[in-house]
Structure formats: C-alpha cells, structure tokens
C-alpha cells in the first residue's frame, strides 16, 4: 500500500524559507513523477509543481522563481524549498504521486491537474503572516 507522509509544515513571515518534505513507501518503483499541490482556505486546489523520474521539474506561474522542487530517491522522499514566501501561499501543502515515470505536459500557462495524480498525502500547513 502506498503512503505518502509531509512534513515541515509551520508558520513564518513574509520573504522567509520553509522546506517541506514528503516521505513515500509502498511504491515498486525507484524513480516517477511526483508533484505539489496547495489549497488556500475557500479556494481550490492548484498544482505547485512537479519532477519526473528524470529530474526535470516544472512549475506553476505563480512560485516559479521561489520554490524548487526535488528529490531524492534513496530515501524516497521529495522535497519543496519554498523562499521568498508571500501571504498568498498560505495554504495546505499535499504532495502526490502519479505511478509513472514521467509526469504530464503542461502548455505554458497551464494548470496541474490532480486527476494525474494517484497518490495523495494529509496535507502539511503552512502560514505566511506579515
């Protein structure tokens, strides 16, 4: 069965750091697509952004710039390094997995789509506060 445990989750202040984590077990695999996904209070859910099997990353519009994804696979776990944090990413942060090596393409501009994704976490909060 497959888990997928986030950590790192807290309460910082504008322009700082966070690093979550997100360990995963269960899966056959060494190496697939993983991704980040946030949901603010009253909104929706929104893709962050994800790596494939290969290391290549891809980001939303919105935190490309701040937030680095990666990941390492000997202890399978996958990271997010976000800096430069905003009020607007307040949200609860989930990671996922879509059981394959390489993650859909996206058109520039374009949105992540959690039907992708398999595998979810619980979510892990985080707080920008100014």
């Known amino acids: 069965q497959v888990h997928l445990v986030e950590s790192g989750g807290g309460s910082v202040q504008s322009g700082g750091s966070l690093r979550l984590s997100c360990v995963i077990s269960?899966?056959?695999?060494?190496?697939?697509?993983m991704g980040w996904f946030r949901q603010a209070p009253g909104k929706e859910r929104e893709g962050v952004g994800d790596?494939?099997?290969?290391?290549?990353?891809w980001y939303d519009d919105s935190v490309k710039g701040r937030f680095t994804i990666s990941q390492d696979n000997g202890n399978k776990t996958l990271y997010l390094q976000m800096n430069s944090l905003k009020l607007e990413d307040t949200a609860m942060y989930y990671c996922?997995?879509?059981?394959?090596?390489?993650?859909?393409?996206?058109?520039?501009?374009?949105?992540?789509?959690?039907?992708?994704?398999?595998?979810w976490g619980q979510g892990t909060q985080v707080t920008v506060s100014s």
């Open positions: 269960g899966y056959t695999r060494t190496r697939y697509c």
């Open positions: 996922a997995a879509r059981r394959e090596y390489f993650c859909s393409y996206y058109d520039p501009g374009a949105r992540m789509r959690e039907t992708d994704f398999a595998d």
């Open positions: 790596i494939d099997g290969k290391g290549i990353t």
